[in-house]
Structure formats: C-alpha cells, structure tokens
C-alpha cells in the first residue's frame, strides 16, 4: 500500500517533470540539477562557475533548502535573478516546486538555470525536476566509499565533481577505489576535480559547461 | 492528502517506536540513534568508542545503510553483534526496521545499542525508533552554518559532536556561529569537540556515555 502511494507521488512527479523540460525546450533554456550531501560545496562551486558563465549567458538560479535562504543570499551578489524554495523540512525538491519557482523567472532571457537541490545524497535523485543535466558533486573529507554507499545520485548524472581535493593531503582517501566504484555505477560520467574555494579546477569545468551548452543549442 | 498519508506512516511508526521502547526498558538495554550527513564520521567514531566501552559494557551495533554492509564489516573486528539494515534506497531508518533487527540480537545480554543511521541530515529526525537518546554528528568540513539549515537533527538531541576539528586549520569555519546556531535551536544540548581518527576528544565523550549510562541503569 506504502509503495502505491509513492509510486503515485513519484508518477504525478515525473509528470510535471515533463512539463517542464518542454517549457524549458520551448524558452532555450538549460536547467542544471546539482545534487550533494549538507556541506560537499555546491554553492561555493556556483559562485565560481557563475562569473566565468556569465561572460557569455545570462544565468538563474533556485535555490533548495529545508529552512533558510543563507544559500540564495550568497548568489544575490551575482546581479542574477535567485528564486528562494524552501522545502520546511522534506528532504528533496519535486518538479511542482521547481515549476512555480520557474513563474518567477523570466525563462525568456536566461540561458542556463541552476538549481541547487536540498543537500541529501538520497531522495534527490528519486525525483525528475525535468534538468537537462545532473551533476553529483562529492568531497573528499567524506570518504572514497560514498560512491558504491550511495550509487543513486551517480546512476542519471552527467557530470561528478570531487571538491575539496585541497584537503587530500590532510586525509586518509582511496583515489582509485573511488574513481572505480564511480565507473562502475556510471562508466560514462565525467569527473572533474575541484578545490573551488581556491579556484582550481573551475576553469576545466566551465569550458567543458560551455560546449556542453552551445552543443544544447544547436539542437 | 499526501500530508494524511505521510502523517499515518509516522503514527505507525511512533506506535512501533513505543513498542521497541517499552522492550528496551524491559530488559535493561540503552538505545543510542547516531545521525549524520554521509561521512561526517559515525562509523569512526564507533569504532574508537566501543573498545572503550567494551571493557565495561556489553555492546551491540545496528547498521542503517541504504546499500552495502561497508560499515558494518568495519564494526565486525570488535567481536560484537552488528545487524545490518539495507534499506534499499529509503533514507532514514524506521521504528519496524529496528523492532526486526533488536529480533536477531540477544537484549538480555546488551547494555548498549548503537544505531547508526542513514547518511541523511533531515528524514532519520522526523522517525522515532524507540531509542533513549539521539546523538547529532557534524563535521567541520560541512561548514557552520548546518545547524541553522539542518535543526531537525539537533532538536532532540541529547549530544551534538563536532568531528574533524583536526582539519580546522586548514578550513573557514566560525564556530562561534556554529555553537550560537546549535544553542537556538536547543540550548540543553551536549557538545563534544572531536576529531575521531586522532583519537582527539574520545575519552572525553566515551566518560560522558558511561556516567549517562549509569544514571539511566539506576531508574
């Protein structure tokens, strides 16, 4: 009985996931769903990506989080729109939260949305917000073994970045087993190691986002 | 109508938390729940503490894991009693989980049962197990501002402790905001300051665990 019902919520779901994705179609817009555990740093990856970015696109963002809008006001900064949702206490976005916050945007204008999800390895990803893109960012003070304890968020993404490498040295890490347990979850991802505080590997990503984005446009 | 449905499973799920309370007290067994982000550190932390515990209780361990028995291989060497749980996707433990896993222990013979919860920050607070007490893990690498974005966890907890302070020099963390948010959201909470691989901070927790232990064996 349980499971009916999730599946019912999970169906309704991806229900307005695709009417999203066609809305998103229609306006040439990209959405980027970026998924991590409390803390893995993926708003401080975004105010690093967004400035590269902007250069070219004109760029959104919402913002998920089970209480406060700490996250949002870091990226006001930007001079971007940021639609604030929060979730008073469920563990992830749904498609219904994300079409509503897309009321406030003007989809017209912007080139790529970011949405940064509720900070959770799990539930996220058991929810289609109609994203073009998934991408799972991890850290290394949370060990290599998160990949095969927690293969959903990798099974549908894109991309995996693995911030903080500037603390490897401080850190008892298994490289290879982590890369390993990666591919063996998802042989095509791409990985990107970061140490976004201090900028390394911001620069490989960001190309990498802007061909991905002009590839995206040509269709 | 998904708030009613979502409303039932907690009333089920608090009516089996009772139940495995009431044969906790029964047979004179503590139950501690440990919840954390993914890798904040609870498994570490177990396993510097229970070799301290052993030598005057006798302790058993639940494993909530959403895929692998990773952590409870880790908790094997000890010569205790560990259960796994794979919940197979779910993100937090349930009261009838654990009713079926205290099923494959010996209580007459535990003082102390460990659950360490699933890597998740939000759900595993919203589920009473029938436990005695709840302690939050957080990790310096997360950040400080946790607790102001995650204050289900620490609510009802009894213990909150900051791991990896070993890595502080090396991060931007104010923990004055950190213990300020901590104390707002529950100012009776206990902090223990810990970096769990150094041993940093254990004897401390593990005498607090003892005399806690001792108080609740005299009712």
């Known amino acids: 009985m349980e499971i009916k019902v999730l599946k019912n919520v999970l169906d309704r779901n991806n229900n307005i996931a695709e009417k999203n994705r066609e809305l998103l179609r ?63 206490g469920a563990c992830h976005l749904d498609s219904n939260s994300i079409y509503e916050a897309c009321k406030e945007l003007d989809l017209e204008k912007l080139d790529i949305i970011f949405v940064e999800n509720v900070g959770n390895l799990i539930c996220p990803a058991a929810f289609d917000l109609g994203e073009n893109i998934r991408v799972a960012v991890l850290s290394t003070t949370e060990g290599e073994d998160k990949p095969s304890k927690y293969p959903m968020v990798l099974r549908d993404s894109k991309v995996v970045i693995l911030n903080k490498t500037d603390l490897l040295p401080h850190l008892v890490f298994n490289k290879k087993e982590f890369i390993n347990d990666i591919l063996a979850v998802n042989p095509h991802i ?3 190691e ?12 960001v190309d990498w986002l802007m061909q991905w984005r002009l590839r995206v446009g040509d269709r």
Chains 1, 2 share one sequence.
Do not use: H
């Open 26 to 88: 229609i306006k040439n817009t990209v959405m980027i769903n970026m998924m991590s555990s409390p803390g893995a740093g993926k708003t401080t990856i975004l105010e690093k990506t967004i400035p590269l970015l902007k250069e070219k696109y004109s760029v959104g963002v919402i913002e998920g989080d089970a209480y406060t809008s700490k996250d949002a006001l870091r990226l006001k900064k930007f001079n971007i729109p940021v639609v604030q949702i929060n979730t008073e």
């Open 190 to 192: 791409n990985l990107f």
């Open 194 to 205: 970061m140490a976004a505080n201090l900028d390394s590997g911001i620069s490989e990503w």
